[in-house]
């Protein structure tokens, strides 16, 4: 199985619904030694913050560990697709008060109304 690595960070707007390697596996052949030593089949390095919408990337893939004659013929290649969808970004005007804040403004709010309704024990109603 191909997998693709993925370095860097997407922008704040952005989120990846999705990706796809196509295809998902490719067909190795050499020395029976060599290819039990294979850990994984990768990308090179598909740099996130520089994607600003959807991406269709042609890789060619890469054996960890390498082997310097991996490849007799032809280095095989994949395409990754990256789906991404717009976020909208709230700004510091829209973020709701945190969970602390609001906490303390209904203990206030709640310490308030107990002390306008109390009334003190020497005081008596007429």
């Given amino acids: 199985t191909v997998t693709p690595e993925l370095v860097g960070s997407l922008s704040p707007e952005l989120r990846l619904a999705y990706i796809d390697v196509t295809p998902e596996r490719i067909q190795l052949s050499g020395p029976e030694q060599e290819m039990d030593q294979i850990e994984r089949v990768t990308t090179p390095p598909i740099d996130q913050s520089t994607l600003t919408e959807s991406a269709v990337i042609p890789c060619e893939v890469k054996i960890f560990p390498p082997f310097p004659y991996a490849f007799r013929s032809f280095v095989p290649e994949v395409t990754v697709s990256l789906s991404l969808i717009q976020e909208p970004v709230e700004t510091e005007d829209e973020q709701p008060a945190s969970s602390s804040n609001s906490e303390a403004q209904a203990l206030a709010q709640t310490d308030a109304a107990t002390k ?8 008596k109603i007429p």
């Fill in 116 to 123: 306008d309704s109390l009334i003190p024990v020497s005081q």
